[in-house]
T-cell receptor
Framework: KQEVTQIPAALSVPEGENLVLNCSFT??????LQWFRQDPGKGLTSLLL?????REQTSGRLNASLDKSSGRSTLYIAASQPGDSATYLC??????????FGDGTTLTVKP | GAVVSQHPSRVICKSGTSVKIECRSL??????MFWYRQFPKQSLMLMAT?????????EQGVEKDKFLINHASLTLSTLTVTSAHPEDSSFYIC????????????FGPGTRLTVL
């Protein structure tokens, strides 16, 4: 059974800092991995999707990497802003669409 | 685009009543839709996978007679919480994949259910 772990559970940084969120998974037989953002009481916003054959994806200030063999993914956020404050979720997906979500990292960026 | 909507966004009901939540893919056909539940300060848990025109596949521990799922068309899936109890209060989120492609799931905005 797939297990997804996100570390740290919470993170508080001053504005402008670069930061890394970590995600690890136990079963490397994934189809893809996605990073999401969730604001309090809201649904999910997809940030980056990495196919199992890819090693990284970039979108603006965000960069996500994937190392399937070691079961790890990282989300790098450059030059953090208060608007980046949210919970970031990592999820793995099988080719049948079955997902396993981590518990998330709650990020607070202080002005 | 790939937009998924849910209705209602928020519902409050009395214990023992049934509540229906709709999930719609607005600009694409979705042969597969997924239903998730998220309790406060917890992550999403997959409840069931819904395929158009066939019975839903439920995850272990999810009561299929309590959470009725209907996927009658390529753009609509419904989740009915029957005889709701306070412990069913949760945030319910659906997602959909484009027909024939499991590459990416597009998530709805969620429905907050509160059972009094």
């Amino acid at each position: 059974k797939q297990e997804v772990t996100q570390i740290p559970a919470a993170l508080s940084v001053p504005e402008g800092e670069n930061l890394v969120l970590n995600c690890s998974f136990t079963d490397s037989a994934i189809y893809n991995l996605q990073w999401f953002r969730q604001d309090p009481g809201k649904g999910l916003t997809s940030l980056l999707l990495i196919q199992s054959s890819q090693r990284e994806q970039t979108s603006g200030r965000l960069n996500a990497s994937l190392d399937k063999s070691s079961g790890r993914s990282t989300l790098y956020i450059a030059a953090s802003q208060p608007g980046d404050s949210a919970t970031y979720l990592c999820a793995t997906f099988t080719n049948a669409g079955k997902s396993t979500f981590g518990d998330g990292t709650t990020l607070t960026v202080k002005p | 685009g790939a937009v998924v909507s849910q209705h209602p966004s928020r519902v409050i009901c009395k214990s023992g009543t049934s509540v229906k939540i709709e999930c719609r893919s607005l600009d694409f056909q979705a042969t597969t839709m997924f239903w998730y539940r998220q309790f406060p300060k917890q992550s999403l848990m997959l409840m069931a996978t819904s395929n158009e025109g066939s019975k839903a596949t439920y995850e272990q521990g999810v009561e299929k007679d309590k959470f009725l799922i209907n996927h009658a068309s390529l753009t609509l899936s419904t989740l009915t919480v029957t005889s709701a109890h306070p412990e069913d209060s949760s945030f319910y989120i659906c997602s959909a994949t484009k027909a024939g492609v499991y590459n990416e799931q597009f998530f709805g905005p969620g429905t907050r259910l509160t059972v009094l």
